[in-house]
Nanobody
Framework: QVQLIESGGGLVQAGGSLTLSCAASGRTFSGYALGWFRQAPGKEREFVAHIKWTTGTAYYFESAKGRFTISRDNAKKLVYLQMNRLKPDDTAVYYC??????????????????WGPGTQVTVSS
């Protein structure tokens, strides 16, 4: 059974930093992309970033470029999202997701196969 478990969310002031972690288990993830989406109250779930498990190639949503960095530890099956210079607009529930190559379409939530329960990130002004 595949499980994705997020951690690291919390309350931070604008301009601060947080690092989210996603612990993946239940299968090998070669051929998958693992990454992050977020959903703010009243808004649709939006893509933040993902990383191809095998190659390490990363893709970012425009608002994340230059502020967020995604990385992974293949041996530990962990995916990280380092978030810097956080803004109140970054407040959301952040979800870890995994999509299989050939199935997922980058940034389209419904095409990713597995999801974590989410972790809340709140950025105060």
């Amino acid at each position: 059974q595949v499980q994705l478990i997020e951690s690291g969310g919390g309350l931070v002031q604008a301009g601060g930093s947080l690092t989210l972690s996603c612990a993946a288990s239940g299968r090998t993830f070669s051929g998958y992309a693992l990454g992050w989406f977020r959903q703010a109250p009243g808004k649709e779930r939006e893509f933040v970033a993902h990383i191809k498990w095998t190659t390490g190639t990363a893709y970012y949503f425009e608002s994340a470029k230059g502020r967020f960095t995604i990385s992974r530890d293949n041996a530990k099956k962990l995916v990280y999202l380092q978030m810097n210079r956080l803004k109140p607009d970054d407040t959301a529930v952040y979800y870890c997701a995994a999509g299989q190559a050939g199935t997922y379409i980058t940034g389209i939530p419904g095409t990713y196969d597995y999801w974590g329960p989410g972790t809340q990130v709140t950025v105060s002004s």
